[in-house]
């Protein structure tokens, strides 16, 4: 009886083990680097953003929102600074955890050149990336996460500048960040948002751009999800 008793007890300390492990983000700061869908447009109530379900999901001490509608990955001179590349420096150093959520923009109205894959330059958007990929694994070693755009309306339509699809941004940024072993979450092949279909536009992007309150609760589901894992 005692041996079945303490196979039993270090079992359950396994379980209980892992379960901590699984919300190893309790009680931390968390960051998120995004554009105007971060920043909340199209939710009714700013409650509603996905960081904020995601702070509520895993009991996080503070989740600090640096969403900035219309900003891009790569530097452009109509910017401002506010690109992510420059912001990347900017943001709070005691964090635990960096959700990156960005470059929708840089196809949808972005006039800088891809560049190369050796570039690392901000004014172009493989440079870019990797100027914020090595700025914030240097600054935060063991907590950065990247998510892909989403699927947007006439995403295949190309980008004027650089004569590419939403669908090849979104494989660059998976590329660069695989570089420097950064996890992503790809809302493109994975998020479950598709306006091209018209009853899941109703449903979670009414505007085919921004999501809703169940476009940011599906995003917050998948986030968290993504997160337990890592």
Not at 88 to 112: E, I, M, P, Q, S
Not at 144 to 160: A, I, M, S
């Amino acid at each position: 009886y005692h041996h079945l008793k303490h196979i039993f007890e270090n079992r359950m300390n396994q379980k209980g083990a892992h379960i901590v492990q699984a919300h190893w983000l309790q009680g931390k700061k968390a960051v998120f680097l995004g554009d105007s869908i971060t920043e909340g447009v199209g939710v009714s109530d700013p409650q509603n953003i996905y960081c904020e379900r995601v702070k509520r999901e895993l009991g996080l001490r503070a989740a600090i929102n640096c969403g900035i509608g219309g900003t891009r990955i790569a530097a452009q001179p109509d910017d401002g600074g506010l690109s992510f590349s420059d912001r990347c420096r900017t943001l709070d150093a005691d964090a635990d955890l960096v959700v990156v959520f960005g470059g929708t923009n840089d196809y949808g109205h972005g006039t800088a050149p891809i560049g190369s894959r050796n570039d690392h330059t901000p004014e172009t958007y493989c440079g870019a990336l990797h100027v914020l990929f090595q700025s914030l694994t240097e600054k935060y070693p063991d907590g950065v996460v990247v998510l892909t755009p989403l699927h947007r309306t006439e995403e295949t339509v190309k980008n004027t500048a650089t004569g590419y699809t939403l669908k090849e941004y979104v494989e660059l940024l998976k590329e660069i960040a695989a570089e420097y072993s950064i996890p992503v979450l790809d809302l493109y092949a994975q998020g479950g948002i598709v306006p091209s279909v018209p009853a899941n536009r109703e449903r979670f992007c009414p505007d085919g751009l921004h999501p809703n309150d169940a476009g940011h609760a599906l995003i917050a589901r998948k986030l968290c999800a993504f997160l337990k894992c890592i």
